[in-house]
């Protein structure tokens, strides 16, 4: 038995080594930059996070150092990987897209993973100086242990959250026949991240019942969870390393707009919303928008994509979310269906209204509807 556990304890060092070493060399890739340097940020995360529990399960208490390194520097760092996982997608997708200040809301629960390391400073340097004595020791640290329980529920819930936002990303994207392989992927890379989810809440189900808990920790401890974690580092690295060798789209050089052509392009466009409405023509087109305002392609491309933040579809179904909202419980529209006043608001599809108000709202058209009548 121990043997094989020692076997396990260098499969979690070999592949938190690899991880490490395959996120500075995706990292430093030319090709698909922004895509790349987000995948190694992920796969840096989980390395750090393997390399943790290594030390849990092989260091010994005599050795102090890897104790106290392991206690104050933030090795598990899991909040993030959720929200990794979802802009790697949207990258690899819309390579024009650019992560901007307001996407830092997404990252900002990693303070969760802080919380404990703060505590085991907090404990070793008011030891030090006299303010904490010995025995609250027992204290500190039975603090530290039930609040490295519980996060994982926060943890586990972020990571399949932001899975299920990345398949949402992915049933809107329009596929076309030159990028199929890269979507394999990229599906590939979401179902990989969904199975572990699975494996993780499973264990998870186990570890929270206070009855069963030490019991599991006992007969498999955290190798349920870090292993399949070691297949992933592998595999993410290599496929990532596949893909950046072999770019699956020829991208030409965006300009570099000033920042009175971004305010000017941006306003351009929300007057062609609010204003003029170009929204509610059902066939409404990148090249409509154009001729419009009167703004190159290209430019009004680039303001979507790396200052919005948002392609040209889904900036225009805001405002015929938006509009339809405000009608559906206008009284001059009670005798319209859901679908009509829809399509009034420039929709020309059904399924496609019913995706995309969820996908923006969170709820259906009638759970909507329900909810405001109700108010």
């Known amino acids: 038995m121990q043997s094989l556990i020692d076997f396990l304890n ?55 150092f890897w104790l106290v390194l392991e206690a104050i520097f933030p090795l598990v760092v899991i909040m993030p990987i959720g929200p ?48 904490i004595n010995a025995d609250s020791n027992v204290k500190w640290g039975n603090f530290i242990d039930v609040y490295t329980m519980y996060v994982d529920i926060p943890r586990w819930i972020s990571l399949v959250i932001y899975v299920w936002f990345s398949f949402k990303l992915m049933s809107n994207y329009p596929l076309k026949a030159k990028n199929k392989a890269h979507m394999k992927w990229v599906k590939q890379f ?3 991240f969904l199975i572990f989810a699975f494996i993780w809440g499973v264990h998870l189900v186990f570890y929270l019942i ?3 808990s030490q019991s599991v920790l006992n007969r498999v401890g955290w190798y349920p969870i870090y292993i399949p974690l070691i297949g992933l580092i592998y595999w993410l ?16 050089k965006t300009p570099d707009l000033s920042e ?72 001059d529209t009670n005798n319209l269906t859901i679908t009509g006043i829809a399509f009034e608001c ?8 019913q995706r995309t108000f969820k996908t923006i709202t969170g709820v259906s058209p009638k759970e909507f509807q329900k909810k405001h009548i109700k108010s």
């Not at 890739?29 to 529990?53: D, H």
């Not at 303001?303 to 919005?308: E, Y």
């Not at 420039?346 to 209204?353: D, E, I, K, R, Y």
Request: charged content about 15%; glycine content about 4%.
């Open 210 to 212: 206070p009855s069963l």
């Open 260 to 331: 009175t052509i971004v305010k000017t392009t941006t306003l351009a466009l929300q007057q062609a919303m609010i204003k003029d409405q170009l929204f509610l023509n059902a066939s409404l087109k990148l090249d409509d928008v154009v001729k419009h305002i009167e703004v190159p392609q290209k430019t009004i491309s680039t303001v979507l994509n790396q200052h919005i933040g948002k392609t040209f579809n889904e900036f225009i179904n805001e405002y015929r979310i938006a509009t339809f909202k405000k009608r559906l419980l206008d009284n």
């Open 10 to 64: 260098i499969l979690i060092l070999l592949g938190a080594i690899q991880g490490l070493i395959t996120s500075i060399l995706l990292f430093n890739f030319k090709s698909n930059k922004k895509a790349n340097r987000i995948l190694s940020f992920l796969i840096l995360l989980v390395s750090l996070s393997c390399f943790n529990i290594y030390i849990l399960e092989t260091i010994t208490t005599t050795a102090t």
């Open 237 to 252: 690295g290599i496929n990532g390393i596949i893909i950046s060798l072999k770019p699956y789209y020829k991208s030409s």
């Open 84 to 131: 990794l996982v979802y802009f790697y997608i949207k990258t690899s997708l819309y390579p024009d897209f650019k992560l901007t200040r307001k996407n830092n809301v997404h990252f900002y629960t990693a303070v969760l993973d802080l919380v404990p390391y703060v505590a085991a400073v907090i404990f070793i340097v008011g030891g030090f100086l006299g303010f």
């Open 190 to 192: 979401t179902i990989g």
């Open 346 to 353: 420039g929709f020309n599809s059904q399924a496609t209204f």
